[in-house]
């Protein structure tokens, strides 16, 4: 552990270790009591956003598998006055005619989005959680969050909690806390027809990956499609032009695509191949994001990833989900990685892992009212 705890996070989280999931029996699994906040079942998903009365829950589209995916919004779309398609109105030198967003009364609008591969379901927690809030007042462990909740005041709130249902459904237990490194490749990106594991990137280098495979990995929906990597030009999966179509009707100034990496130090990935000044806001709402994690008691816990820059490398980085959402509406968009708790090296509790998305949330709630375009 590289980061330390203060006394009033501490006195919270004492409260929630009440009712826990035993996952012994699971395969890879150690004796791991779960929070009762720790909820991201697909029947959870489902109870809590039927339980939506404040906002409004929609079905946004069906899986390959035939499953619901869920959007959850609070707020009301902006009138941005269209004229003209993203890049038609960055061609006539003025994305005004594609959003403008300079009335009076324009609403920020935040967009995140769970488990884009469905095994990384730290993200799920983190939007179940805030859509209790947003009803309740209070999260599902039944503790208040003040401060979050007065950063979701005046902005508009779009949730997505879970994109990728299929590739969730794959996946026998609700937590990777405790697993080891193996059994988590196992599930995140399955195995080929000779059982070995598929494993990271060379999971990438056939897709889709249906019928290639003897487990196919939560990273895909049923038709063995990575959204991360789809054709981003004719989407093969529904569930990408879904996403797509909400990114095209709301423009959320920020989009936070919510991933776990393995036991990384949670982190903003910088997008790749969006204007400078974007990597500029990611630089900038990550810097918030750590000192704010810093003043917690969480010192150190997040990373902040430099501006990138292109010095003529080949192979060139992948143009990936992060990016298209960006170019579809010329907005900020964020690959956002969580800690999973492994039973490896940086291993963080499921209260540290919570709180990390409970800060993101809140940072960038804060953030977005303030977020101008460069002049
Ligand atoms: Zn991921």
Redesign the pocket.
Known sequence: MNYTQNEKIMSITEKTLVVGVDIAKERGGVNMTMPIYWKNSLNDIESIVGSVAKGRANLLCHSAGGRDVYLVEYGKKNNINRMANYSSATGAKDPKRYADKSGENYVPTVLLVGA??GG?MEGIVGILNLISLMETEVDLAGIPNHELLDATRDINLILIPCLNPDGRARVPFDSFVGKDLKTARHY?QGTWKDGSLCDWPDCKAIHPILGHVDFLGS?FNDDGINF?HDNFFAPMAKETRALFDVCDEWVPDITI?L???SNTSPCLLQPRYVPVYMNNIVYDLSTNIKKAADKKGYIDMFRIIDVPTDRGEYPPVSFNLTSACSHVNGEVCI?F?SNQGLAEDNRHTPDEIYAAHMILFEETFSFVKNKRDPI
Request: no cysteine; charged share 15%.
């Open positions: 884009i591969h990384e995140f990273y991360m695509l991933h776990g990496g690959t990685e």
